[in-house]
């Protein structure tokens, strides 16, 4: 089974700090992706990245930069937080195309106080 | 852009019958995609749908109609298990990421 692991369940912040959010998968996919959810707006794609130190913008990626390194990690930065970006934060990771599953971890719910 | 509809709120009755509708907008279409998520749980993979017509996986059926930017997702033999949030999803063009409607809250009642 595929395993995607975010690095905290739940984590709280305060107003300007820079916040790590960390994603590892161990599926060896190439494609990862950070999403944010928020009730009645469904998942709104932030960044994603289709291979080592590529990166590409969704469709929120203001307030947000992304890190990766490795194959297996993909990290989610707040330059400097705000609470208008207190959210669930979904990472998922997927293999070829954008017809394959996309396989989410367990989310982290971000509070910026 | 990519747009996608689908209601907000369904409610079902445990062992009945229910279809939850996407309707959408795109400049290219690669298929629509279907994921479940559980209060609190994460999203996962459903279905996809590259041509039209009916595809079946055991209780849940996804049906797709290219002419009318339409697909709905069929789920039957409703079970309490079933209350989740459904979520239809597309491919953005030229990218291997998604675009999600904003979710159907679907509640099975005894």
């Known amino acids: 089974d595929v395993k995607v692991t975010q690095s905290s369940r739940y984590l ?8 790590f959010l960390e994603c590892v ?5 190439e494609n990862m992706f950070w999403y944010r959810q928020d009730p009645g707006l469904g998942l709104r794609l932030i960044y994603f990245s289709y291979d080592v130190k590529m990166k590409e913008k969704g469709d929120i990626p203001e307030g947000y930069s992304v890190s990766r390194e ?3 990690r993909f990290s ?3 330059e400097s937080a705000s609470t208008n970006q207190t959210s669930m934060y979904l990472c998922a990771s997927a293999s070829g195309g954008s017809n394959q599953p996309q396989h989410f971890g367990d989310g982290t719910r971000l509070s910026i106080l | 852009g ?3 509809e689908q209601p907000s709120e369904v409610t079902a009755v ?21 994921y479940q998520q559980h209060d609190g749980g994460a999203p996962t993979f459903l279905s996809y749908n590259a041509l039209d ?10 049906f797709l109609s290219r002419s009318d930017s339409y697909g709905y997702l069929l789920l039957q033999e409703l079970q309490m298990k079933d209350s989740a949030s459904y979520f239809c999803a597309l491919p953005v063009a030229g990218r291997r990421a998604l675009t999600f409607g904003s979710g159907t809250r679907l509640q099975v009642q005894p």
């Open chain 1, 76 to 78: 989610l930065i707040l």
């Open chain 2, 14 to 34: 445990e062992g009945a019958i229910v279809q939850i509708n996407c309707t959408y907008q795109t400049s290219g279409f690669y298929g629509l995609s279907w």
């Open chain 1, 12 to 19: 709280v912040k305060r107003t300007g700090e820079k916040v």
């Open chain 1, 70 to 72: 490795k194959k297996e």
């Open chain 1, 25 to 29: 998968q161990d599926m060896d996919h």
């Open chain 2, 53 to 62: 017509g009916l595809e079946e996986t055991g209780r849940f059926s996804s």
């Open chain 2, 2 to 4: 990519q747009s996608l």
